[in-house]
């Protein structure tokens, strides 16, 4: 969200943005640069930049516009009506909320704008992992506290609504017909063919049986645009994607989007390092050893699902066609089919004992 895409444009600062603005300055100039923007119903993102007559500074501030389809408020907008839940976060740093302005037709959301750079790896595992961990923990705290006006925000963002269960990313089973191409061998496709269309169903059982355990706050878009490193701290932007998922959910958007930029002879460690700090994290520093395993289930079930996604979309095969690479792209798929099958039974049955034994004390856990 910060990077810089048009040249600056020079103007008065607006009086929406001086109200926002440090009393202690007369602000002189103004300067907007367009920033890009690809989530449904963003009007624009732009960078305001007022400079200080007095010591000649510059406060930044990043402004939002958000469409409202027949006066309807966004998830994204909804969100930011609870983001102060976030100001107890220190694992994972977040731009600070400086101001909502609605209108019948836009919400407009103004935050602190960060100058931060890419985060190399090793830091965004671990602090990601510890992060997401914080995240759902802090946020169920507060789901289960909600008041009766946060209860329907909270229920028009559910990540179960049927609007979004219909989403492709969660029905990988409409792309397999992208493997009906001369390029892969008959004999690759029929080996393939019949395990992927059998693991459809099964993981639409393991994600309603994920809608029963407990709701959180989850980010769904770890895209590498949308973290920047700033000093020492980790910042999450840009929360378009924003849900009420369920725990473990967004590891999975991550490990996710990780596994297709990831060599598979290292993904395996990547994940094992990641998953041990989430649950370190999640059982040492927020008291919940008995949601690890639930947050397994729920990671596995999303995380191959995406994935799946994520490997039959039509532009991935014809990439690997062209770089002569369909041999990687089986590889992955033999990775997740055998992933599934081989941890799936432990993590499941651990899951279902806690579903059974301790689904309403998980909450009650987690709002102490």
């Known amino acids: 969200?910060?990077?810089?895409?048009?040249?600056?444009?020079?103007?008065?600062?607006?009086?929406?943005?001086?109200?926002?603005?440090?009393?202690?300055?007369?602000?002189?100039?103004?300067?907007?640069?367009?920033?890009p923007s690809n989530g449904a119903g963003v009007d624009y993102v732009r960078h305001h930049a007022l400079t200080s007559r007095q010591t000649d500074t510059s406060w930044n501030v990043v402004e939002k516009s958000l469409r409202k389809p027949?006066?309807?408020?966004?998830?994204?907008?909804?969100?930011?009506?609870?983001?102060?839940?976030?100001?107890?976060?220190?694992?994972?740093?977040?731009?600070a909320l400086l101001g909502v302005t609605e209108t019948p037709r836009r919400s407009s959301i103004y935050s602190e704008y960060i100058a931060g750079k890419r985060p190399v790896r090793e830091k965004l595992l671990h602090d990601a992992a510890g992060g997401i961990a914080e995240l759902e923990a802090v946020s169920a705290r507060y789901i289960a506290a909600g008041t009766a006006s946060a209860r329907l925000d909270?229920?028009?963002?559910?990540?179960?609504?049927?609007?979004?269960?219909?989403?492709?990313?969660?029905?990988?089973?409409?792309?397999?017909?992208?493997?009906?191409?001369?390029?892969?061998?008959?004999?690759?496709?029929?080996?393939?063919?019949?395990?992927l269309k059998a693991l459809?169903?099964?993981?639409?059982?393991?994600?309603?049986?994920?809608?029963?355990?407990?709701?959180?706050?989850c980010h769904l878009d770890y895209?590498?645009?949308?973290?920047?490193?700033?000093?020492?701290?980790?910042?999450?932007?840009?929360?378009?994607?924003?849900?009420?998922?369920?725990?473990?959910?967004?590891?999975?958007?991550?490990?996710?989007?990780?596994?297709?930029?990831?060599?598979?002879?290292?993904?395996?460690?990547?994940?094992r390092r990641f998953e041990q700090d989430y649950d370190q994290a999640l059982a040492e520093d927020y008291g919940a050893h008995h949601l690890v395993a639930t947050a397994a289930f729920n990671r596995q079930t999303l995380f191959t699902l995406l994935s799946l996604w994520r490997c039959l979309q039509q532009?991935?095969?014809?990439?690997?066609?062209?770089?002569?690479?369909?041999?990687?792209?089986v590889a992955r798929l033999d990775y997740l089919l055998d992933a599934c099958t081989r941890g799936a039974s432990a993590v499941e049955n651990d899951s279902a004992t806690e579903t059974q034994s301790s689904a309403p004390i998980a909450v009650t856990a987690l709002s102490k």
């Open 70 to 95: 027949l006066l309807y408020r966004s998830r994204e907008a909804r969100f930011y009506r609870h983001y102060a839940m976030l100001t107890t976060c220190r694992r994972i740093a977040y731009p």
């Open 223 to 271: 895209a590498a645009k949308n973290m920047l490193v700033d000093g020492d701290r980790l910042y999450l932007l840009d929360w378009s994607e924003v849900k009420i998922g369920r725990i473990g959910f967004d590891g999975a958007d991550l490990l996710a989007k990780l596994f297709v930029h990831t060599p598979l002879s290292r993904f395996d460690d990547v994940r």
């Open 1 to 35: 969200m910060n990077d810089h895409h048009n040249a600056p444009s020079q103007a008065l600062p607006p009086a929406r943005l001086t109200r926002l603005a440090p009393a202690e300055s007369e602000w002189h100039a103004h300067t907007i640069r367009e920033l």
């Open 315 to 329: 532009q991935t095969i014809r990439t690997h066609v062209e770089a002569g690479t369909l041999d990687v792209l």
């Open 200 to 217: 459809g169903p099964r993981l639409k059982a393991r994600l309603r049986a994920a809608k029963e355990t407990p709701r959180c706050v």
């Open 154 to 195: 909270f229920w028009l963002m559910d990540f179960f609504r049927w609007p979004y269960l219909r989403h492709t990313r969660l029905n990988f089973q409409r792309f397999l017909v992208n493997l009906e191409i001369p390029e892969i061998a008959s004999e690759t496709r029929e080996r393939l063919l019949p395990p």
